[in-house]
């Protein structure tokens, strides 16, 4: 499934985001790896060997880099991605218990699953307050539960539809 927001995988627009990026800043792989993922939604395999020879490092290095942030990815998002905040003020509000919900919400429609993908946790969204918080499409949300996730999911996928 290709996500629409994001361009498909071309090796000349990756080497078009990196050199300016290796001719101006001291130790760029991470930000060679973000330019990347801001441009395609994930960092392609053929990516990591072509950032390493850009900054003149090992490929060991850009995947020691690459492992080491939760945040990069090396497939493409879900369509509409929704994260759980999984630290202790959430969970202390329910977040385990809508995690629970929300695996099961997603057991029960594969499509629901499809174009959400796996819960991928995040930690303190900084709205502790509003807990269990969630990222719906990079929006975040407070007192979060299945109907407002769905819903949320639901008028994401209509504006992605229309862009």
């Known amino acids: 499934m290709s996500h629409a927001r994001y361009p498909e995988w ?10 300016p990026i290796v001719a101006n800043e001291p130790g ?28 003149n490092v090992t490929r060991a290095d850009v995947h020691g880099v690459f492992t080491f942030y939760a945040d990069l990815r090396d497939t493409a998002p879900p369509a509409v991605p929704v994260r759980l905040c999984a ?7 329910g977040g385990r218990e809508l995690k629970a919900e929300w695996a099961k919400a997603c057991g029960d429609d594969a499509d629901l699953a499809t174009l959400t ?8 969204l900084g709205n502790c307050a509003l807990g ?16 407002r996730l769905k819903a949320a ?6 504006m992605g539809e229309g862009a």
Do not use: K, N, T
């Not at 760029?28 to 900054?55: K, N, R, T």
């Open 28 to 55: 760029p792989v991470l930000l060679c790896l973000q330019a990347v993922q801001a441009h395609f939604g994930y960092v392609p395999g053929d990516a990591v060997a072509m950032i390493a020879e850009a900054c």
């Open 10 to 19: 071309q090796a000349e627009s990756a080497e078009a985001l990196i050199a």
């Open 87 to 93: 630290a202790e003020a959430c969970q202390a509000v």
């Open 132 to 147: 269990p918080a969630a990222l719906v499409d990079g929006e975040l949300m407070g007192c979060a539960d299945v109907a």
């Open 117 to 124: 993908g796996v819960d991928e946790p995040i930690f303190c």
């Open 153 to 158: 999911v639901a008028q994401a996928q209509a």
